[in-house]
């Protein structure tokens, strides 16, 4: 999509763009704009339907199994629903109420609907982990681009959008289900789509203030029509990951919510099930992802010199952001950086779009000294802490982590020690903090290492399992073991 045509929200107060943009319209004196709108949980999921989902998008078997799905959902819901094989957008519509795959997308005339199901999730611990999204269509102006005997039925109808009775009037067949056949002959050309009106067949449909777009069967995804209408036509509001539960929230307390969305004891349990579930504020995973591609508010960017960028993974990260404008934006920077620990925050450039990464952290790092392991460990795990505290403090939500301090001398399973025994006094610490924290690890046996040690610390009581479990030499095993111990006793005040 044109860049003119993609908004982002990042602050609450840049909902209202969303929620109250219907301009005024000078024939009816009135603030309405026929638009409808789709809320989406990830920005990055496409607007295809649940047909072309149900196919693989394979498009010799939609309109195989289209006809059959529609037949025979028509055979089962004759009793609820007498005279539907009559119409073959009765079945289309019925059957898309009751979740059968067809080629309908769904839509609502309430932005505040369409931002119930951008913050939904089925696990409500991911709310927080990726942008959404709302889109919205201008109903009258895609109108324009229909042939012209779909906009005389409309205008003989004085109607904006249609029904099902007027589709079936407007495409005159012998036989009901050919009426596909000839939609998709009148649908081909640039832009072009209907906006159906379903019937109130019960108080969802009312509820929800339900549209349907009917998607023609050549279309890979609604993009691709949106794509080719005029400027206006359509809009994509991305909103922030890190907005998404307060707009939760908001919905909640203004009655936006499933106990409104679906109407009985259904929605009330799903409404409760949510409105009780109790979101871990500080969070600790182990990824095994490349620090660059990992969707967070804040990377750190180890380094061992003042100049920059010399390291492997430093490199990499500069090359993924832009390596002239990130260097540029770092050399900038007036903050010491001198001595292990000193860090430079700097935006991430081309980071962003690619991975939503709004910030890079530049840190001297420090190494595990052989010749000092104890004070090395410590300083290491003061450094973790102190980032910690830091990205905290700047307001980020998230932040990933690659193994820092490890180096080449293989030391790093005590590295892992020393992360997970300062996030741990984090933790502890800073309770109130509002934090989820990825450690990456760049192949697959430090990811394993990472999650053994993390489970190993999770039962520190038992040394006897703790020194069996960590394939280390006795020596190493016992100085793993005071060390970790050392963040249990902080984590219990004892320290």
């Not at 603030?31 to 989406?40: A, D, F, M, Q, S």
């Not at 539907?84 to 079945?91: F, G, H, R, T, V």
Request: some cysteine.
């Amino acid at each position: 999509m044109e860049k003119d045509n993609v908004v982002r929200i990042e602050t609450v107060e840049g909902l209202n763009k969303l929620l109250f943009e219907p301009e005024f319209k000078s024939d009816t004196g009135r603030n309405r704009p026929l638009y409808v709108y789709r809320g989406i949980s990830h920005a990055d999921y496409q607007l295809v339907t649940s047909l072309q989902r149900c196919c693989q998008k394979k498009k010799d078997k939609m309109e195989e199994n289209e006809e059959q799905l529609l037949n025979n959902f028509a055979k089962y819901a004759e009793m609820e629903h007498p005279g539907i094989n009559q119409s073959i957008w009765k079945k289309m519509i019925i059957g898309q109420h009751h979740g059968l795959p067809t080629r309908l997308m769904d839509w609502t005339r309430s932005p505040m609907i369409a931002l119930h199901f951008a913050t939904t999730e089925g696990d409500m611990d991911q709310l927080d982990r990726h942008d959404c999204v709302v889109w919205r269509l201008d109903v009258e102006k895609l109108n324009e681009r229909l042939p012209e005997k779909y906009k005389k039925y409309l205008d003989f109808y004085g109607s904006r959008v249609f029904s099902a009775e007027m589709l079936e009037n407007t495409i005159e067949t012998i036989r009901p289900n050919s009426q596909l056949q000839q939609y998709d002959e009148d649908m081909k050309g640039q832009g072009r789509m209907v906006i159906l009106e379903p019937p109130t067949i019960d108080q969802r449909i009312g509820n929800q203030y339900s549209f349907f777009s009917v998607v023609p069967s050549h279309v890979e995804s609604v993009e691709e029509i949106l794509e080719d209408c005029s400027k206006g036509t359509v809009v994509k509001y991305i909103i922030d990951r890190n907005l998404r539960w307060q707009i939760r929230d908001m919905l909640d307390e203004g009655n936006i919510n499933e106990r409104l969305i679906y109407p009985g004891l259904d929605g009330i349990a799903k409404w409760l099930e949510r409105r009780y579930h109790v979101r871990d504020t500080i969070s600790l995973s182990i990824s095994l992802t490349s620090i660059t591609d990992i969707t967070v508010d804040a990377i750190i960017c180890p380094t061992d010199m003042e100049e920059a960028p010399k390291g492997r993974l430093e490199q990499a990260i500069f090359d993924a952001a832009g390596r002239n404008d990130l260097l540029k934006e770092f050399n900038a920077q007036k903050d010491d950086y001198n001595e292990p620990g000193d860090v430079r925050k700097t935006v991430s450039i081309g980071l962003k779009d690619k991975s939503g990464i709004k910030y890079i952290y530049h840190v001297l790092g420090c190494r595990i000294d052989k010749g000092d392991l104890t004070g090395s460990l410590n300083r290491l795990e003061n450094l973790y802490y102190s980032l910690l505290e830091r990205v905290s403090c700047d307001g980020c939500a998230s932040v990933g982590f690659p193994l820092i301090g490890s180096g080449t001398g293989g030391y790093k399973k005590k590295a892992w020690g020393c992360a997970l025994a300062a996030f741990e006094r984090f933790k502890k610490t800073h309770p109130e903090a509002k934090i989820k924290v990825y450690l990456c690890a760049k192949d697959y046996q430090d990811y394993m290492d990472g999650k053994a040690i993390r489970k190993q610390l999770e039962a520190l009581e038992d040394t006897e399992d703790l020194l069996n479990g960590m394939r280390l030499t006795e020596r190493e095993a016992i100085e793993f073991h005071e060390m970790a111990q050392r963040g249990v006793e902080r984590r219990h005040g004892r320290g």
